[in-house]
């Protein structure tokens, strides 16, 4: 079940930028019970059989919607071909098309995956989980199973979706050819289709359609921030989970959308890069004629990540961007305005996270802050010494992920809905002295139960009891809105007047007043001055 750990690991510290001195050990083959035979599950397009193993029935590969391609590549995602006869639903579909060779790839690729505890319980509280990577990069079948949660008493959905040029891309042609869709957010599209889908057909896998918790990381987390702000995505959930929102962030300024208009400038300026000058429906259709790995080129995890921390995008690689309908405002005017879903969230980050922007120099840094300069240098380089590469890791952290995640929690704490706010800093044993923190993404074997799978024989039992207190609180705040339960340390629902925040360590749950306040406080006065 869980393969190319090593792989995995790698994939989830890469958005972090380190080396390979800190990448996990390779884990073995985690040995599993023979699998044997599923029910037969009946769902609105027909009927699947999956298989079941450790106590878990799995179905996989399971058309959410149509194969996105032809003169479907860049349209929003049409109902799934019914089929006849019963569905093979053992193996994962093939992941959405990017660069990586790990894994089988294709453009039709709307497919999802349902796991459930092999009991006869029904209305499961569910967990859908939207994977992250740049928005160019993400996979289903590498990314954790969500066997472990399941086996906790839930329902747990995993979705691919369309990613790069073939999920994000507005071409003026398209919005011509139906005005009435959403036009270049295919990716996000594509997530909402796979939501419609668990309305429609979860309860016959045993879950509770009225009890769906999003959850998401980096771009992932970005989308859960899309979903929680976005008319279009009312009543499809109850709860939601953010772990290190990306893109678009809490914060309009922190992970900026793209406004429509520079997107499709920017797919014109693609498709002229590959010699197609024409415009309107002949555009079009010389852009559908292309091979879809022609258009994936370029478009690998590093160098998005190095064009978005230079602010640079790759050409004709829009992201996420303002389309008007399902992203019709950046996610913090919605906060701000009271306007978002009213479901109770839970939102955090990693104490080391993901520092996305340059500087050639502290001057360069500081200059950020604008009149509040001389604040900023005193509470992050007190006494001068300071590097600069430490410096930039900070601000950027702050900036990116940590004081965004706080708005979101103050906004929705505000508005009397309850919000939970978390500080992940637990580093595993094997990776302390490698890292001098809870980098981006090494939250997840923790939060998905499974260290040993990724830490193989350097596990240690500290590692495991954090993912055991990790996987709980979670799938506690699944099924009721709230993550406290058992023994664990109480978690304070979230209260702006309130300096007060739970942090997983090294030293076992931490609830106590936040040590980076001041500094997450120096940020909301930068914000509210419009910097």
């Known amino acids: 079940m869980y393969r190319n750990w090593r792989y995995f690991f790698a994939v989830v510290l890469a958005a972090a930028a380190i080396d390979g001195a800190a990448a996990a050990q390779s884990a073995p083959t985690k040995a599993l019970a023979t699998p044997t035979e599923a029910p037969v599950v009946r769902i609105d397009s027909g009927q699947v059989r999956g298989f079941e193993a450790d106590g878990v029935l799995s179905f996989k590969g399971i058309p959410y919607a149509a194969p996105p391609v032809g003169k479907l590549r860049w349209r929003e995602p049409q109902p799934a071909q019914h089929w006849s006869g019963v569905r093979d639903a053992t193996k994962f579909g093939p992941e959405c098309m990017q660069t990586t060779d790990e894994v089988p790839k294709s453009e039709a690729c709307l497919t999802l995956n349902v796991l459930r505890p ?9 967990m859908v989980w939207i994977y992250g990577g740049a928005n160019v990069r993400g996979q289903t079948s590498l990314y954790p199973q969500g066997d472990a949660l399941a086996k906790l008493g839930v329902v747990f959905v995993s979705m691919n979706y369309r990613m790069g040029r073939l999920g994000f891309f507005a071409h003026p042609a398209l919005l011509a050819e139906t005005p009435d869709e959403v036009h270049g957010n295919y990716g996000y599209m594509d997530q909402r289709s796979a939501l419609q889908w668990v309305q429609r057909n979860i309860a016959a896998f045993g879950g509770n359609p009225k009890a769906v918790t999003i959850f998401g990381q980096s771009s992932g987390g970005g989308s859960v921030v899309a979903d929680l702000t976005s008319p279009l995505s009312r009543g499809l959930f109850q709860r939601a989970i953010m772990l290190s929102p990306g893109f678009p962030a809490p914060r309009a300024k922190a992970g900026p959308l793209t406004e429509l208009s520079d997107a499709e400038n920017m797919a014109v300026d693609y498709a002229r890069s ?19 790995e022609k258009l994936v080129e370029g478009t690998d995890h590093e160098a998005e990540e190095a064009a978005l921390a230079a602010g640079k995008p790759l050409i004709g690689v829009a992201g996420p961007m303002l ?9 913090e005017f919605v906060l701000a305005a009271g306007r978002e879903a009213k479901v109770a969230v839970m939102i955090g980050a990693t104490d080391r996270d993901h520092a996305q922007g340059s500087a050639d120099s502290k001057d360069e840094l500081f200059a950020i802050f604008g009149a509040n300069a001389g604040e900023a240098r005193k509470l992050y380089d007190p006494q001068g010494d300071q590097t600069l590469d430490e410096l930039k890791q900070q601000v950027f952290c702050d900036k990116i992920h940590i004081e965004p995640a706080r708005y979101l929690a103050d906004a929705v704490a505000r508005a009397g809905r309850p ?12 990776e302390r002295g490698k890292v001098k923190g809870a980098l981006h993404s090494s939250e997840l074997p923790f939060v998905f139960d499974i260290p040993a799978e990724v830490f193989g024989d350097k596990v240690t039992g500290d590692d495991k009891k954090m993912a055991e207190t990790v996987s709980a609180y979670w799938v506690s705040f699944a099924k009721t809105g709230d993550p406290n339960g058992g023994n664990r340390p109480q978690w304070p629902r979230h209260d702006p007047a309130v300096d007060k925040l739970i942090d997983f360590t090294n030293n076992g749950v931490v609830v106590g007043p936040d040590p980076l306040k001041k500094r997450l406080d120096l940020w909301r006065k930068v914000w509210s001055q419009g910097r």
Not at 118 to 126: C, D, G, H, K, N
Not at 324 to 329: D, M
Not at 419 to 430: D, I, Q, T
């Open 274 to 292: 590959l010699g197609i000058a024409a415009d309107g429906p002949a555009a079009l259709a010389a852009l559908r004629a292309l091979p879809a």
């Open 118 to 126: 092999a009991t006869s319980a029904r209305q499961l509280p569910v």
């Open 419 to 430: 919000a939970y706010l978390y500080r992940f800093s637990y580093v595993a044993e094997s």
């Open 323 to 331: 389309d008007g309908k399902f992203v019709a405002e950046a996610p």
